[in-house]
């Protein structure tokens, strides 16, 4: 595939790297800066840059969309609406809203379009749900998951900058979020969540507990303040999984009592190969979604993150743009 990076910061080297691992080409990249993207292009060795999305996307198959939370809705509707296929990083976008925009861009014009949450292809999952399948743990009634790591306070930055919806639950609460989902396959009947937030009222630190059908719970934790341990174990009544790293898991325990199992699967190249296979197969196939990550899935995790945000009290500037918030 041919490839458009929309947006030049640190994510970007893993996409490239895994991208061009699997023989893919980057052929253009797009940024604000005229200046700074084309330093970028000729550092990385991409043939086009510059500020033009429309130019820069003639002839590519594909776009991969990288800027901060709030630039994604206007850039992919912009491609989905001439009709570049979209890969965009997670979360989508800031708020339902901007979510429903995207989808309903990719409809009417039908494009595809995938949040690049890159865990739900990891093959290690594969093993897990089979495990779960096949009654190991017995019925999941806990997972207990967080990701945090402690970054210096930059108040201008894309993390803790409101201006670009910083915070800790939109960057990485989203990933035990869509854990809990992978695994319970289904949306909280019930969510109370509780945050520190910062001076300019992001959330440095959530907590959120998340309760299921059957009365399965979830007590899942971000923070951009603090590491956390970023395992996440899922409890069942005959055993329990561990998995270490869980958003970019390579190897997982289940344990039954006094035995213990490890599975293991390292990544191909750095874990992002597997969506950009999946987009490739998405396109041979004339997917406009992948069912891995359905729009579905992008619709309820940020409804659930709108929810969770409206009880910790944090809203953008983004969220009033032309609406009451969220
Ligand atoms: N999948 C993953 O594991 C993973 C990991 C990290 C990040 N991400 C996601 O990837 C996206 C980018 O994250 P990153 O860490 O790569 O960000 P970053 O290093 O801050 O880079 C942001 C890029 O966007 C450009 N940009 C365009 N409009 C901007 C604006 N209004 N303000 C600031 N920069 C703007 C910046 O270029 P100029 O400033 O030169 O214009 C820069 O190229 C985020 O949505 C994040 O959630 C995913």
Redesign the pocket.
Known sequence: MRWLIV??????A?FIEAARGIGHEIVAVA???VE??SI?ANKNEIEKSGEDLLLLSEGVDAAYI???????CNGAITLLDNGVPVLC???LAVNLRQVEQMVNAAKESNTFLME???TRHLPIYEEIIDWIKKGLIGEPKLIDASLGFNAPYEPE??LWNPQ?AGGSL??VGIYPLTLAHLIYENNPENISALAELSPDGVDAHVSMSLQYQNSALAKLGSAINLSLPNSAFILGESGFIEIPDF??AQKAFVSQGSAKRESLSPHDING?EYQIREVDRCLSERLMQSPKVSWECSLSMMQLMDNIRSQIGVIYPVDREGHDGV
């Open positions: 947006g030049h910061g640190k994510i970007t893993n940024g604000r800066n700074r993207v970028y990288a800027t901060p939370h709030t630039e994604h990083e997670k979360p690049a949450m890159w930055s894309r670009l939109l960057d958003w970019c992002f």
